[in-house]
């Protein structure tokens, strides 16, 4: 079945560093991935929405500046949270659909766990 | 913009029992995707089940069964013969297939089995 690889798991780092997580689509190519983010007891919010080639949509709220997304091939998706503060700390979530077959269901990843001291 | 309820934040079920989840959802859409996610403890995000807007039989898959009322635009879960390991956060979610393939969750639903 398809796969989808995020990667850390789980981070820890000092207030002020910068942090990537990196989302692979292993079996399959995904035009577009999206980037969650998850509070504890909460559901699911989309943060952006990954295009491969282009600059990624971010939805309302969201500072592009401090989430750059990066989709530089079919199967590579990165967020970075720039300049990240103990504000910042939460559990985020990757997802990909495939490019074929059409209207297939998102596939998500393990998620990472950011957690700034 | 589409949204959806979950209007039960937590269900308790006797193992082997049967428990409904609820959920509602609000488009103008007539073409659409439905699903029903499971996460457990892990955070892993496991697809339950599927419906697709323009098919009326409701999806079932083993002990999971939907009841899709699309004219009241809702879409139930029932879970057959609950098992501990069903144990998990819930949630329904809506696909739009004019806006690409954005997912809208709804709040979850706590879904504990008693033993």
């Known amino acids: 079945g398809a796969v989808v690889s995020q990667h850390p798991s789980w981070v820890i780092c000092k207030s002020g560093t910068s942090v990537k997580i990196e989302c692979r689509s292993l079996?399959?190519?995904?035009?577009?991935m999206f980037w969650y983010r998850q509070f504890p007891k909460q559901s699911l919010m989309l943060m952006a929405t990954?295009?491969?080639?282009?600059?990624?949509?971010?939805e309302q709220g969201v500072e592009k500046d401090k989430f750059l997304i990066n989709h530089a091939s079919l199967t590579l998706s990165t967020l970075t949270v720039t300049s990240a503060h103990p504000e910042d700390s939460s559990f985020y979530i990757c997802?990909?659909?495939?490019?074929?077959?059409?209207?297939?269901?998102?596939?998500f990843g393990d998620g990472t766990r950011l957690s700034i001291l | 913009a589409q949204t959806v309820t979950q209007s039960q934040p937590e269900m308790s079920v006797q193992e082997a029992e049967t428990v409904t989840l609820s959920c509602t959802y609000d488009?103008?859409?007539?073409?659409?995707?439905l699903f029903w996610y499971k996460q457990p403890p892990s955070r892993q995000m496991i697809l339950v089940i599927r419906?697709?807007?323009?098919?009326?039989q409701n999806a079932t898959e083993n002990r999971f069964s939907v009841n899709f009322q699309k004219a009241a635009k809702s879409f139930s879960l029932k879970i057959s013969d609950s098992q501990l390991g069903d144990a998990a956060m819930y949630f329904c979610?809506?696909?739009?297939?004019?806006?690409?393939?954005?997912?809208?969750f709804g709040a979850g639903t706590i879904l504990r089995v008693k033993s």
């Open positions: 997802s990909a659909v495939p490019v074929l077959p059409h209207n297939q269901p998102q596939h």
């Open positions: 079996d399959f190519q995904a035009t577009t």
């Open positions: 990954s295009n491969e080639g282009s600059k990624a949509t971010y």
């Open positions: 488009t103008s859409e007539s073409d659409y995707y």
């Open positions: 419906q697709e807007a323009y098919k009326q």
């Open positions: 979610a809506y696909r739009s297939i004019e806006y690409g393939n954005k997912l809208v």
